[in-house]
């Protein structure tokens, strides 16, 4: 179900909505959309289209919370105004931190973990009077919301916080004809903005809407009552907090607005909650589709666990979850995804008796889909390695059954925290908590999730910092490096030295260190490529770059001294191995193009991780499960015709919110990237045809030019190794010699060429073929072991058994070939004999009939007579010789077994004339 949800988001256009149980109102969240962006073109807004959830550019927030975070460097002064007016509808997800709106969905009528937020900017353009004006136009004139169900608010003043009353923005409201007694001062919780402690902020004023007019609406504003909520939030951005507090005018200007597409949608079709619009109706239809349940009617109670909460709480995780998947994130590499995810498998098993999704992933967003497979796999496996001590726990504390963040480190600490928690009534120490997030490795949602559960109190803000300390370097950016990544030598100076995490001024030959200097031209480790290597020269003196590394800004040179002697402030000049960075470049652009021909073969592949060196490249991808050789083969041949087609590599440099509005840019998941990149393109040509899509976590080696045909020499060798080992087997098999030793030197010489590097088409050729000769001298070796038991135990049959006909029924299992029975065919001196076995599952018989006893039986009668009577599967039958018959029957079941095998005696006896 939780899939179908996830395809109904991306499959029905919200504004065709056909077939709906409940009434679509004649505003459309599309037609909202629409009409708001239009209006703000039509004043001289640039559209600037929605960036993805993930915040590629800005490690301080785990998804896209606010309209403004793709504008925030340029508020910052760290990079240009996109424009001097903009617009858009922005993908926002608020899960955790400061916006953090998880707790309420479900429980109310218009919080949601996924929401649109509508909104305009002025980058030092208009200020606060064009701003309201505008708002209020598109409100009344396009949106038409009558005046009376509208209030606005504006800042009131702080005495403590030394900033007076906003009466510019009062009297703004005033002229446009507001009604005096609908214009409502805050303070700085409602009504003043801050980017954080420090930084851009301003004071704000906001627009509300009454559902239905009354006299006492003003004091319901900014109440949390449902009758009067909020939908514009107006920011005007003119300030700069210092460290100290103090406030100083910016010399620019700049205003941010908010408008949730979902509370705006709702109003406008005068409905009380936001999940009686087409943005939820379509998913609440489809869950009673698919569930059976009785339908969503919208009810609320106190407890917020009625069916209806469970419809809210599936439909906003299903479209959080969708947006955030096809943006690029990955659950792995997420706790609050991760858990979200799990949370709805969980709802949909518990609540909606779903515990199969499989058939509603035909039509889904294919790489959703495959994720969503992998994730459900997992819970799956998760919730059986915890099958032991988690129902434990739950019995003895059911109220920890809705944690959905489980592993098996939060089953560790919620067996120490359980016991444990009634001495933490007043506060869980800092220390202690501390503790146990570091030495069970638990992430600080994990942890959060445990602390609200077990009722604790903690400080949260107090424990980010102490865990953010213990990760922070902190470094002098006075020191930080200028780089130019040229492959020709370069003079610079050294400004300063580290020898044993001291600060040194002078360092000898024989002296490991590292090396700060004021730029440099060596690359880093850095994007999963090996660093260069290279020497430092000073007039003579020699220093030996061994490693580089980026930290914070700074290029670390670290080596040794293998010549004379440094100071710091030495003028030198830098060469780095030509040779070894040419290498390592073709191999990072060959890595690109690997990833790009796997995404093509496999239909959706997320990178994991990639090391390239100077001589080869390793690269790791998510494809559930593992790719097939077929498909490995398919991407080889691929990039080896784009290699060959020598298309122009181009390399361009872009503001990253510009490169992002590229559908054809491959960002790394996971990765941070600076507010400009650097973007590598060229033209490729796709095959036309696609392979069948496989899953899993696949890690593959590629190697260019020298090393290439290295491996390609060692493929020719053991392609001639194999030839003579196959040639050796062979007549071993047919000879039946000396098996027990081939076997075992076949062995080791298979296990030696695994450690060798070879091309994986003739490693995986040759790998399939040695195995099947295993197999078979394996067959051979386990025949013989049991042909020894058959035949002692026939020779005792024979003491017991010394006159007339033979009917042997061998109850052991029998896997040698028919042949050998001619041993004990031997034995029997002339006497009619029929042996009955069966062995890689079928029935197998040999009949032994003598020319002295064909004169009342022929064997081809015999055999015939055999054939009649069983009537049933695949049989054949053979001579070996005028008195020597062998029968084999096929595909049959092992409870017919029994059965087939008594009709066969019966007819021998019969035949044969004997009573054995």
């Not at 065919?825 to 009939?849: D, H, N, Q, T």
Request: aromatic share 10%.
């Amino acid at each position: 179900m939780f899939y179908n949800l996830l395809r109904k988001l991306h499959l029905i256009p919200l504004n065709i909505l056909n077939n709906q149980k409940l009434t679509i109102h004649k505003w459309t969240s599309a037609s909202v959309r629409e009409s708001f962006i239009s209006f703000y073109k039509e004043n001289d807004h640039t559209f600037i289209p929605s960036s993805p959830v993930v915040p590629w550019s800005d490690s301080s927030l785990e998804f896209v919370n606010a309209g403004m975070n793709q504008f925030k460097s340029s508020i910052l002064g760290q990079r240009k105004f996109p424009t001097n007016r903009a617009a858009n509808s922005q993908k926002c997800i608020r899960v955790g931190g400061k916006h953090n709106d998880l707790q309420d969905v479900g429980k109310d009528t218009y919080h949601h973990t996924f929401f649109e937020m509508l909104g305009n900017w002025s980058f030092n353009d208009y200020f606060k009077e064009e701003a309201c004006k505008m708002s209020w136009k598109l409100l009344t004139e396009v949106y038409k919301i009558p005046h009376h169900h509208l209030y606005v608010t504006y800042f009131g003043g702080d005495t403590l916080a030394g900033i007076g009353e906003d009466k510019e923005t009062k009297n703004i409201w005033l002229s446009i004809g507001v009604p005096k007694e609908r214009i409502i001062a805050c303070g700085m919780k409602d009504n003043f903005w801050e980017m954080g402690n420090v930084g851009p902020c301003g004071v704000s004023t906001e627009i509300h809407y009454e559902r239905e007019p009354s006299e006492n609406g003003a004091l319901k504003v900014n109440t949390g009552s449902e009758d009067v909520i909020e939908i514009w939030n107006i920011v005007f951005i003119q300030y700069q907090k210092l460290e100290s507090g103090e406030l100083v005018f910016l010399e620019n200007k700049f205003v941010d607005t908010g408008m949730g597409l979902e509370r705006i949608t709702a109003c406008l079709n005068g409905v009380k909650s936001n999940y009686d619009t087409d943005l939820f109706i379509p998913l609440f239809n489809e869950i009673e589709k698919i569930s059976g349940m009785q339908p969503y009617r919208g009810t609320f109670n106190a407890e917020d666990n009625c069916i209806d909460a469970y419809y809210r709480i599936l439909a906003d995780h299903s479209r959080m979850v969708s947006i955030a998947l096809a943006d690029g994130f990955l659950p792995q590499e997420c706790d609050v995804l991760r858990k979200l995810t799990r949370k709805c498998f969980l709802i949909g098993w518990k609540n909606f008796n779903l515990h199969s999704q499989k058939n509603f992933m035909e039509t889904l967003l294919r790489t959703v889909s495959v994720v969503l497979d992998y994730e459900e796999e997992h819970f799956r496996e998760l919730q059986l390695q915890l099958s032991k001590d988690w129902p434990l726990l739950i019995e003895s504390y059911p109220f920890i059954s809705n944690i959905t963040n489980i592993s098996p480190q939060v089953v560790e600490v919620l067996k120490y925290m359980l016991p444990n928690r009634n001495k933490w009534t007043k506060e869980l120490p800092l220390e202690e908590a501390l503790e146990i997030v570091e030495e069970n490795s638990l992430s600080e949602n994990a942890f959060l999730e445990i602390v609200e559960t077990l009722g604790l109190n903690l400080n949260f803000d107090k424990l980010h910092t102490l865990l953010n300390e213990k990760k922070m370097i902190q470094r002098d950016s006075t020191l930080k490096n200028q780089r130019d990544y040229s492959y020709e030598k370069h003079n610079t100076l050294i400004q300063c030295i580290i020898s044993e995490d001291n600060l040194v001024k002078e360092i000898h030959k024989g002296d490991k260190c590292v090396l700060i200097l004021e730029s440099s031209i060596f690359y880093p480790t850095s994007g999963g490529q090996i660093c260069d290597k290279g020497l430092i020269d000073c007039d003579g003196n020699k220093f030996k770059v061994s490693r580089v590394e980026q930290i914070e800004g700074f290029i670390l040179h670290y080596g040794e001294v293998i010549e004379g002697s440094f100071n710091t402030g030495n003028s030198v000049e830098l060469s780095i191995n030509k040779g070894s960075r040419l290498n390592a470049s073709k191999l990072h652009t060959a890595h690109h193009l690997l990833r790009g021909a796997i995404e093509f073969v496999a239909g959706m592949a997320f990178q994991n991780a990639s090391s390239v060196t100077d001589k080869s490249l390793t690269l790791q991808v998510f494809v559930h499960p593992l790719l097939t050789f077929d498909q490995l083969l398919q991407a080889e041949d691929i990039v080896k015709t784009w290699i060959k087609e020598g298309k122009e590599v181009c390399k361009i440099t872009l503001p990253l919110m510009e490169a992002l509005r590229n559908k054809n840019l491959t960002l790394l998941s996971g990765a941070k990237y600076p507010e400009e990149v650097n973007v590598i393109s060229t033209e490729l040509d796709f095959p036309s045809e696609i392979k069948e899509n496989s899953k899993g976590n696949t890690s593959i080696t590629a190697v260019i030019g020298k090393e290439a045909e290295k491996l390609n020499t060692n493929g020719k060798i053991l392609e001639n190794e194999w030839k003579l080992w196959e040639e050796k087997v062979t007549l071993a098999l047919s000879r039946n010699d000396k098996l027990q030793y081939l076997n075992s030197d076949f062995k080791k010489w298979k296990n030696q060429i695994k450690k060798s590097q070879l091309p994986a088409t003739i490693f995986h050729s040759i790998e399939e073929k040695a195995n099947n000769l295993i197999d078979q001298m394996k067959e051979i070796l386990v025949a013989e072991s049991n042909w020894k038991e058959l035949h002692a135990e026939f020779v005792e049959h024979l003491k017991t058994n010394s006159k007339g006909s033979i009917i042997y029924d061998m109850n052991s299992e029998y896997k040698g070939p028919l042949e050998n029975l001619e041993t004990i065919i031997k034995e029997v001196s002339g006497r009619p004999a029929m042996f009955v076995c069966k062995g890689w599952g079928r029935i197998r018989a040999c009949v032994y009939l003598p020319k002295e006893a064909q004169t009342y039986c022929y064997l081809e009668e015999l055999l015939e007579e055999i054939q009649l009577t069983v009537g049933k599967g695949d049989i054949s039958i053979s001579k070996n010789s005028e008195e020597i018959g062998f029968f084999y029957l096929n595909g049959v079941k092992w409870d017919q077994v029994q059965e087939i095998r008594s009709s066969i005696i019966n007819v021998c006896r019969e035949k044969l004339n004997t009573e054995e």
